[in-house]
């Protein structure tokens, strides 16, 4: 029967396993298959059954040690009805210094964002320290003098910050460091029409993106 749903999408951001592939295993449904997911790709959000749920994680491989070994993540997590999550999973698999971040979402409806979009940045990288956020048109424009989020620590996340649809540049800077800044220019996304759906992006109002 039709049930409350808590939806669910995952982000691989461990750098040292190769392609992952994320499930709940404590119930037969329709479940979460996040399947393949390489380092900085995400899921799309699905819908599965609330509360305690089992969340485990394998490499993929072609090597039957590795499939039938133990999962890489094996984590009980609470899942609320109708609640969206992002999961992250974050630091090194190997010597077991990963983990996840768990992250209820807020999302802006694009009702309320007009004509705007809506960004938020989450600090998923464990070793680097705390960092400050900005966001401007380019990744050429100078840095502005008052950042999104300052000395945001690892796991912290910020609200989402919203601008007009345009273009739309992420920004961290290393807080210890200065003049250490990655910079990222965000998707522009695509409007949709009568034969295509929309992609989500800085220049179609109404988007709602994560950095």
């Known amino acids: 029967p039709q049930t409350e749903q808590a939806f669910v999408r995952v982000i691989n951001a461990i750098p040292d396993t190769g392609a992952m592939v994320y499930g709940f295993r ?3 449904e329709n479940p ?3 399947s393949g997911l390489n380092f900085r790709q995400a899921s799309a959000y699905a819908g599965t059954a609330p509360g305690q749920r089992l969340l485990r994680a394998f490499v993929v491989s072609t090597v039957p040690a590795i499939v039938a070994g133990a999962p890489v993540i094996d ?6 009805a109708n609640q969206y999550y992002t999961i992250i999973h974050v630091g090194l698999a190997q010597g077991n210094r990963d983990s996840l971040l768990i992250i209820e979402d807020a999302i802006p409806t694009p009702a309320t964002l007009g004509a705007n979009v ?19 048109d380019t990744i050429t424009d100078a840095l502005p003098a008052t ?3 300052a000395n945001a620590a690892y796991g912290a996340r910020t609200g989402y910050v919203t601008r007009a649809a345009g273009r739309a540049a992420a920004r961290v ?11 990222v220019q965000m998707q522009r996304g ?9 992609e989500g992006g800085v220049a179609v109002a109404g988007s709602s993106m994560s950095v």
């Open 26 to 28: 404590d119930r037969a």
């Open 173 to 183: 800077q290393v807080a210890a460091t200065p003049a250490t800044v990655l910079s």
């Open 118 to 136: 809506g960004i938020r940045a989450i600090h998923a990288a464990p070793t680097v320290g705390a960092v400050n956020i900005f966001v401007t």
């Open 32 to 34: 979460l298959e996040a």
């Open 147 to 149: 950042p999104v989020a």
């Open 75 to 80: 984590q009980t997590v609470t899942l609320r």
């Open 190 to 198: 695509t409007a949709g029409t009568d034969q295509l759906n929309p």
